[in-house]
Protein backbone atom coordinates (compact mmCIF):
# COMPACT_ATOMS: atom_id res chain seq x y z
CA UNK A 1 0.00 0.00 0.00
CA UNK A 2 1.03 3.58 -0.70
CA UNK A 3 0.15 6.19 1.56
CA UNK A 4 0.42 9.62 -0.10
CA UNK A 5 -1.34 12.04 2.03
CA UNK A 6 -0.70 13.08 5.83
CA UNK A 7 -2.56 10.64 8.57
CA UNK A 8 -2.43 10.44 12.47
CA UNK A 9 0.19 8.55 13.55
CA UNK A 10 -2.14 6.04 15.11
CA UNK A 11 -3.66 5.58 12.26
CA UNK A 12 -0.51 5.23 10.16
CA UNK A 13 0.44 2.29 12.94
CA UNK A 14 -3.01 0.67 12.53
CA UNK A 15 -3.23 0.31 8.63
CA UNK A 16 0.68 -0.95 9.18
CA UNK A 17 -0.92 -4.05 11.34
CA UNK A 18 -3.27 -4.67 8.82
CA UNK A 19 -1.09 -4.26 5.52
CA UNK A 20 2.44 -3.21 4.19
CA UNK A 21 2.68 0.34 3.99
CA UNK A 22 4.62 2.88 2.06
CA UNK A 23 3.98 6.18 3.93
CA UNK A 24 4.70 9.29 1.41
CA UNK A 25 2.88 11.92 3.22
CA UNK A 26 4.08 14.86 1.06
CA UNK A 27 2.35 13.73 -1.85
CA UNK A 28 2.22 11.23 -5.59
CA UNK A 29 5.30 12.35 -6.69
CA UNK A 30 6.89 11.20 -9.69
CA UNK A 31 10.06 10.56 -8.83
CA UNK A 32 8.91 8.65 -5.91
CA UNK A 33 6.46 6.61 -7.99
CA UNK A 34 9.26 6.06 -10.95
CA UNK A 35 12.06 4.64 -7.57
CA UNK A 36 9.07 2.31 -6.34
CA UNK A 37 8.94 0.57 -10.14
CA UNK A 38 9.78 -2.57 -8.62
CA UNK A 39 7.71 -2.80 -5.53
CA UNK A 40 3.86 -3.84 -6.00
CA UNK A 41 2.27 -1.20 -4.56
CA UNK A 42 -1.79 -2.84 -5.16
CA UNK A 43 -3.30 0.32 -3.58
CA UNK A 44 -3.13 4.45 -2.83
CA UNK A 45 -4.38 6.26 -0.08
CA UNK A 46 -5.11 9.67 -1.37
CA UNK A 47 -7.42 12.43 -0.96
CA UNK A 48 -9.55 15.06 -3.19
CA UNK A 49 -7.33 17.39 -2.99
CA UNK A 50 -3.88 15.35 -3.40
CA UNK A 51 -5.53 13.27 -5.95
CA UNK A 52 -3.80 10.29 -8.45
CA UNK A 53 -3.03 11.57 -11.85
CA UNK A 54 -3.02 9.46 -14.78
CA UNK A 55 0.30 9.66 -15.49
CA UNK A 56 0.87 8.57 -11.75
CA UNK A 57 -1.98 5.93 -12.36
CA UNK A 58 0.53 4.76 -14.88
CA UNK A 59 3.78 4.28 -13.27
CA UNK A 60 1.88 2.05 -10.90
CA UNK A 61 1.67 -1.08 -13.09
CA UNK A 62 0.40 -3.77 -10.15
CA UNK A 63 -2.23 -0.82 -9.07
CA UNK A 64 -5.57 -2.67 -7.99
CA UNK A 65 -7.73 -0.13 -6.14
CA UNK A 66 -7.15 3.90 -5.39
CA UNK A 67 -9.02 5.06 -2.00
CA UNK A 68 -9.89 8.69 -1.26
CA UNK A 69 -9.63 9.37 2.01
CA UNK A 70 -12.70 11.70 2.45
CA UNK A 71 -15.65 12.11 0.47
CA UNK A 72 -13.97 14.50 -2.55
CA UNK A 73 -11.85 12.97 -5.02
CA UNK A 74 -11.92 15.92 -7.56
CA UNK A 75 -8.50 15.58 -8.48
CA UNK A 76 -8.61 11.64 -9.00
CA UNK A 77 -8.16 10.89 -12.92
CA UNK A 78 -11.22 8.72 -12.66
CA UNK A 79 -10.91 7.46 -16.46
CA UNK A 80 -7.79 6.67 -15.95
CA UNK A 81 -8.72 4.31 -13.01
CA UNK A 82 -11.41 2.97 -15.00
CA UNK A 83 -9.54 2.35 -18.40
CA UNK A 84 -7.42 -0.60 -16.04
CA UNK A 85 -10.51 -1.51 -14.24
CA UNK A 86 -9.04 0.65 -11.08
CA UNK A 87 -11.92 0.85 -8.28
CA UNK A 88 -11.89 3.92 -6.65
CA UNK A 89 -13.47 4.76 -3.72
CA UNK A 90 -14.19 7.43 -1.11
CA UNK A 91 -16.37 7.62 2.04
CA UNK A 92 -19.82 9.98 1.46
CA UNK A 93 -21.26 10.91 5.02
CA UNK A 94 -19.07 9.90 7.55
CA UNK A 95 -18.21 13.45 7.92
CA UNK A 96 -21.24 14.94 7.77
CA UNK A 97 -22.56 16.07 11.31
CA UNK A 98 -19.20 17.06 11.82
CA UNK A 99 -19.02 19.77 8.66
CA UNK A 100 -22.43 21.14 9.09
CA UNK A 101 -21.40 21.82 12.77
CA UNK A 102 -18.45 23.60 11.56
CA UNK A 103 -20.64 25.97 9.06
CA UNK A 104 -23.12 26.90 11.91
CA UNK A 105 -20.06 27.62 13.85
CA UNK A 106 -18.43 29.89 11.58
CA UNK A 107 -22.05 31.51 10.95
CA UNK A 108 -22.05 32.01 14.46
CA UNK A 109 -18.67 33.27 15.07
CA UNK A 110 -18.86 35.75 12.14
CA UNK A 111 -22.38 37.28 12.86
CA UNK A 112 -21.75 37.73 16.96
CA UNK A 113 -18.07 39.02 16.28
CA UNK A 114 -16.21 36.17 18.96
CA UNK A 115 -12.88 36.23 17.19
CA UNK A 116 -12.33 40.40 17.04
CA UNK A 117 -13.86 40.96 20.51
CA UNK A 118 -12.33 37.90 22.36
CA UNK A 119 -9.08 39.69 21.00
CA UNK A 120 -10.42 42.96 22.50
CA UNK A 121 -11.18 41.93 25.74
CA UNK A 122 -8.02 40.00 25.91
CA UNK A 123 -6.25 43.37 25.09
CA UNK A 124 -8.18 45.09 28.08
CA UNK A 125 -10.74 46.96 25.68
CA UNK A 126 -13.82 45.44 27.39
CA UNK A 127 -15.92 48.62 27.39
CA UNK A 128 -15.22 49.55 23.68
CA UNK A 129 -15.98 46.59 22.47
CA UNK A 130 -20.07 45.91 23.69
CA UNK A 131 -21.55 46.42 19.82
CA UNK A 132 -24.73 45.18 18.63
CA UNK A 133 -24.17 41.99 16.24
CA UNK A 134 -26.60 40.70 14.12
CA UNK A 135 -27.56 36.80 15.24
CA UNK A 136 -28.40 34.14 12.61
CA UNK A 137 -31.87 33.41 14.20
CA UNK A 138 -34.81 34.29 11.02
CA UNK A 139 -32.18 35.58 8.60
CA UNK A 140 -32.06 33.75 5.09
CA UNK A 141 -29.18 30.87 4.61
CA UNK A 142 -28.28 29.56 0.70
CA UNK A 143 -26.68 26.86 0.36
CA UNK A 144 -24.69 25.90 -3.08
CA UNK A 145 -25.48 22.06 -2.95
CA UNK A 146 -27.85 19.79 -0.73
CA UNK A 147 -26.03 16.72 -0.61
CA UNK A 148 -25.56 15.48 2.93
CA UNK A 149 -23.56 18.01 4.12
CA UNK A 150 -25.96 20.38 2.41
CA UNK A 151 -29.28 19.07 4.22
CA UNK A 152 -27.36 18.62 7.82
CA UNK A 153 -26.81 22.50 7.72
CA UNK A 154 -29.85 23.07 6.78
CA UNK A 155 -31.61 21.00 9.31
CA UNK A 156 -29.60 22.80 12.12
CA UNK A 157 -30.47 26.29 10.27
CA UNK A 158 -34.23 25.34 10.84
CA UNK A 159 -33.68 24.93 14.36
CA UNK A 160 -32.66 28.75 14.47
CA UNK A 161 -35.62 29.52 12.50
CA UNK A 162 -33.88 30.06 9.22
CA UNK A 163 -35.64 30.57 5.97
CA UNK A 164 -33.36 28.19 3.64
CA UNK A 165 -32.71 28.49 -0.09
CA UNK A 166 -30.80 26.06 -2.22
CA UNK A 167 -28.65 25.39 -5.38
CA UNK A 168 -28.40 22.38 -6.72
CA UNK A 169 -27.45 20.28 -9.99
CA UNK A 170 -31.12 19.07 -9.73
CA UNK A 171 -34.74 19.94 -7.88
CA UNK A 172 -35.04 18.60 -4.44
CA UNK A 173 -38.81 17.09 -4.66
CA UNK A 174 -38.46 15.61 -1.19
CA UNK A 175 -37.16 18.65 1.15
CA UNK A 176 -39.65 21.49 2.01
CA UNK A 177 -36.59 24.28 1.10
CA UNK A 178 -36.89 26.76 -2.16
CA UNK A 179 -35.13 25.94 -5.00
CA UNK A 180 -32.89 28.09 -7.16
CA UNK A 181 -32.15 28.20 -10.98
CA UNK A 182 -28.95 29.57 -10.45
CA UNK A 183 -26.27 30.81 -8.03
CA UNK A 184 -26.58 34.75 -8.34
CA UNK A 185 -30.19 34.21 -7.63
CA UNK A 186 -29.91 32.27 -4.72
CA UNK A 187 -27.05 34.85 -3.37
CA UNK A 188 -29.63 37.46 -4.00
CA UNK A 189 -32.43 35.72 -1.79
CA UNK A 190 -29.90 35.16 1.18
CA UNK A 191 -28.00 37.02 4.00
CA UNK A 192 -25.88 33.79 4.22
CA UNK A 193 -24.36 32.03 1.70
CA UNK A 194 -23.07 28.88 2.31
CA UNK A 195 -20.75 26.51 -0.39
CA UNK A 196 -21.37 22.79 -0.18
CA UNK A 197 -20.84 21.70 -3.17
CA UNK A 198 -17.78 19.12 -4.69
CA UNK A 199 -14.80 20.74 -5.94
CA UNK A 200 -13.95 20.34 -9.57
CA UNK A 201 -14.27 21.71 -12.98
CA UNK A 202 -17.97 22.25 -12.77
CA UNK A 203 -17.94 24.10 -9.62
CA UNK A 204 -14.87 26.36 -10.28
CA UNK A 205 -15.47 30.18 -8.67
CA UNK A 206 -19.60 29.48 -8.23
CA UNK A 207 -19.34 32.25 -6.10
CA UNK A 208 -17.65 34.73 -8.69
CA UNK A 209 -18.24 39.15 -8.64
CA UNK A 210 -21.79 38.80 -9.90
CA UNK A 211 -22.50 36.25 -7.36
CA UNK A 212 -21.37 38.38 -4.57
CA UNK A 213 -22.75 41.26 -5.51
CA UNK A 214 -26.03 39.96 -4.95
CA UNK A 215 -25.18 38.89 -1.82
CA UNK A 216 -24.50 42.32 -0.93
CA UNK A 217 -22.87 44.01 1.94
CA UNK A 218 -25.05 42.59 4.80
CA UNK A 219 -23.79 39.15 3.71
CA UNK A 220 -21.55 36.77 4.50
CA UNK A 221 -20.03 34.13 2.39
CA UNK A 222 -18.88 30.80 4.34
CA UNK A 223 -16.90 27.92 2.67
CA UNK A 224 -16.63 24.43 3.86
CA UNK A 225 -16.40 22.61 0.07
CA UNK A 226 -13.67 23.27 -1.71
CA UNK A 227 -11.07 26.50 -1.67
CA UNK A 228 -12.12 26.45 -5.77
CA UNK A 229 -15.52 27.28 -5.28
CA UNK A 230 -15.03 30.98 -4.23
CA UNK A 231 -13.29 33.24 -6.66
CA UNK A 232 -10.83 34.62 -4.08
CA UNK A 233 -9.59 38.22 -6.28
CA UNK A 234 -13.59 38.65 -6.15
CA UNK A 235 -13.92 38.26 -2.24
CA UNK A 236 -10.76 40.43 -1.24
CA UNK A 237 -12.20 42.93 -3.69
CA UNK A 238 -15.44 42.64 -2.45
CA UNK A 239 -14.61 43.02 1.61
CA UNK A 240 -11.81 45.44 1.11
CA UNK A 241 -14.56 47.61 -0.64
CA UNK A 242 -17.41 47.40 2.28
CA UNK A 243 -19.64 45.23 -0.61
CA UNK A 244 -19.72 42.32 2.24
CA UNK A 245 -20.04 41.73 5.43
CA UNK A 246 -17.45 39.17 6.24
CA UNK A 247 -16.45 35.48 5.33
CA UNK A 248 -15.78 32.18 7.22
CA UNK A 249 -13.33 29.93 4.85
CA UNK A 250 -12.34 26.61 6.04
CA UNK A 251 -10.63 26.01 2.58
CA UNK A 252 -9.40 28.72 0.19
CA UNK A 253 -7.50 28.69 -3.48
CA UNK A 254 -3.57 27.73 -3.11
CA UNK A 255 -3.90 26.55 0.55
CA UNK A 256 -2.27 26.46 2.91
CA UNK A 257 -1.58 29.99 1.55
CA UNK A 258 -3.37 32.50 1.90
CA UNK A 259 -3.36 35.90 0.02
CA UNK A 260 -1.66 38.86 2.86
CA UNK A 261 -4.59 41.11 1.74
CA UNK A 262 -7.10 38.33 3.20
CA UNK A 263 -5.35 37.76 6.14
CA UNK A 264 -5.10 41.43 7.01
CA UNK A 265 -9.10 41.49 6.70
CA UNK A 266 -10.34 41.32 10.68
CA UNK A 267 -13.74 40.65 8.94
CA UNK A 268 -12.81 36.62 7.81
CA UNK A 269 -12.55 33.76 9.86
CA UNK A 270 -10.18 30.91 8.61
CA UNK A 271 -9.66 27.63 9.88
CA UNK A 272 -7.02 25.26 7.98
CA UNK A 273 -9.08 23.16 6.07
CA UNK A 274 -10.81 21.04 9.30
CA UNK A 275 -14.26 21.13 9.29
CA UNK A 276 -14.65 17.50 8.52
CA UNK A 277 -12.40 16.45 11.31
CA UNK A 278 -13.63 15.17 14.55
CA UNK A 279 -12.51 12.05 16.36
CA UNK A 280 -16.07 10.07 15.44
CA UNK A 281 -15.39 10.86 11.62
CA UNK A 282 -11.90 10.32 11.71
CA UNK A 283 -12.85 6.89 12.72
CA UNK A 284 -15.78 5.88 10.51
CA UNK A 285 -13.38 7.49 7.97
CA UNK A 286 -10.49 4.98 8.96
CA UNK A 287 -12.83 2.11 9.14
CA UNK A 288 -14.30 2.47 6.07
CA UNK A 289 -11.01 2.54 4.57
CA UNK A 290 -9.97 -0.28 5.50
CA UNK A 291 -13.19 -1.98 4.86
CA UNK A 292 -13.24 -1.11 1.26
CA UNK A 293 -9.34 -2.73 1.04
CA UNK A 294 -9.95 -5.97 2.69
CA UNK A 295 -13.02 -5.92 0.37
CA UNK A 296 -10.42 -5.32 -2.80
CA UNK A 297 -7.67 -7.69 -1.68
CA UNK A 298 -10.06 -10.49 -0.86
CA UNK A 299 -11.92 -10.30 -4.29
CA UNK A 300 -15.21 -9.09 -3.12
CA UNK A 301 -16.52 -6.04 -4.19
CA UNK A 302 -15.58 -2.60 -2.58
CA UNK A 303 -18.30 -1.00 -0.74
CA UNK A 304 -18.27 2.64 -1.49
CA UNK A 305 -17.33 2.95 -5.19
CA UNK A 306 -17.33 6.33 -7.02
CA UNK A 307 -19.80 5.38 -10.20
CA UNK A 308 -19.98 7.76 -13.07
CA UNK A 309 -22.57 9.09 -11.34
CA UNK A 310 -21.21 9.83 -8.80
Known amino acids: MLVVIPLKEQLVEDLCARFSIHYAPDGPKE ?119 GAEIARRASAFGMTIGYQARHVRPDVPWRYYANPVELARHSDYLVAACPGGTATRHLINAETLDALGPRGYVINIARGSVVDTAALIAALKANRLAGAGLDVIEGEPEIPAELLALDNVIFTPHMAGRSPEALQAQFDLLVANLEACFSGRPVLTPITPSS
Open 31 to 149: ALLESLATVAIRGVVTNGSTGLTARQISLLPRLEIICSFGAGYENVDLAAARSRGIPVTHAPGVNNSTVADHALALMLALSRGLVVVDAAVRAGKWKTNRADRPTISGRRLGLLGLGGI
